[in-house]
């Protein structure tokens, strides 16, 4: 059998195969298993030959020329991460404060005291690290993908929990000086003060000297207290337990739960050495790996300034910028373990879940 024979045949049935059911494609190439060149016809799933009814069936040949089905999945476009999505916008894509670059959307939580439905990623993402008022758009997909305000605005900025940065100095006051109490009548004798030894002392000196016709006279001088100001303190670095804030929708109906590539997720995990875990997001979308160190603390670069963390979970490289916001799921469950909100090219770097949804006061 020749290999045009079998373009030949291609072309006279491929339309009639094309109708079956689950067929969705045809093509030239070797049979599993012979290697014999033959007439290939790909379905979305393969099924027992007992569960397909005499329409769906494949002849095992075709004019004399063999057939072999193939199983290739649901096949669809690939849809980046940094596309805009309507009507429907899954978790896992690219979102942002309308004056950052993009992040990636989180979750979809849900208030603990109102029941209402939020969206959750970092501060830096929704709330433009700290440089943001509530009620900012924000865009789906992210300024740096195309989305354009109010065009592409999706949600408003609800609320967000403050990053501290390491020169921000903590000061701590002596505690103060504490007041006599006030002298009260019924005779009482007030405390004798230094400034009254002092003088006392001036007194008798510089009559001394007069006895003994010494025209120097002894003036008494008093020492400036000191103020609350200049007394020593103690400075502290700040630290931050999480980069998060939520979005409030504009249409809830627009969101889906859904994390690309995952599915949706329900409750919580806590993080364990040596644990694998995956996430999908704008930048890298779907990726694995391996919680390596647990409480960690760390300094998180933010452009020019510095933010120390703590608490920290640190994993093996599976993200890169612009998947900050990226909810860390459980390698075999669909459990929330992280928020993602830091990284380089040999680490990344999440906050315990639990300690995020607590912080704003939400649930998954």
Known sequence: MSINQIFQAQAVFQDSLLNKPNVCGVAVGN???????????????????????????????????????????????????????????????????????????????????????????????????????????????????????????????????????????????????????????????????????????????????????????????QAAPQSASSAPVAQATPTNAVDAALARPLNLGMFSPDIRGIGTVSGTKPAVLGQKVRKSGRTTGYTEGTITLLNATINVAYGDRTARFTGQIITTPMSQGGDSGSLIVDGDENKAVGLLFAGSNLSTIFTPIDVVLSALNVTI
Do not use: W
């Open 31 to 221: 049979k599993n298993l012979v290697g014999e060149e033959c007439l290939v016809v790909l379905v979305n799933q393969k099924k027992p030959v007992a569960a397909l009814s005499a329409e769906e069936m494949v002849p095992r040949h075709l004019d004399g020329v063999r057939t072999d089905v193939l199983e290739v999945g649901y096949l669809r476009a690939y849809e980046s991460p940094r596309d805009r999505f309507r009507p429907v916008i899954p978790v896992g894509v690219s979102i942002g404060h309308y004056k950052i670059t993009a992040g990636t959307l989180g979750a979809i939580v849900t208030d603990r005291q109102t029941g209402e439905r939020f969206i959750l990623s970092n501060n830096h993402v929704l709330a433009n690290s700290n440089q943001s008022l509530v009620g900012d758009p924000i865009l789906q997909p992210g300024p740096t993908d195309g989305g354009q305000n109010p065009g592409d605005m999706v949600a408003r900025l609800e609320r967000f929990i403050q990053l501290r940065y390491v020169d921000e100095v903590v000061t701590t006051p002596p505690p103060p000086t504490p007041t006599p109490p006030p002298t009260g009548g019924g005779g009482t004798t007030p405390p004798t003060s230094s400034c009254d030894v002092v003088s006392a002392i001036v007194a008798i000196t510089n009559g001394l000297a007069s006895l003994l016709g010494s025209d120097k006279r002894v003036t008494p001088t």
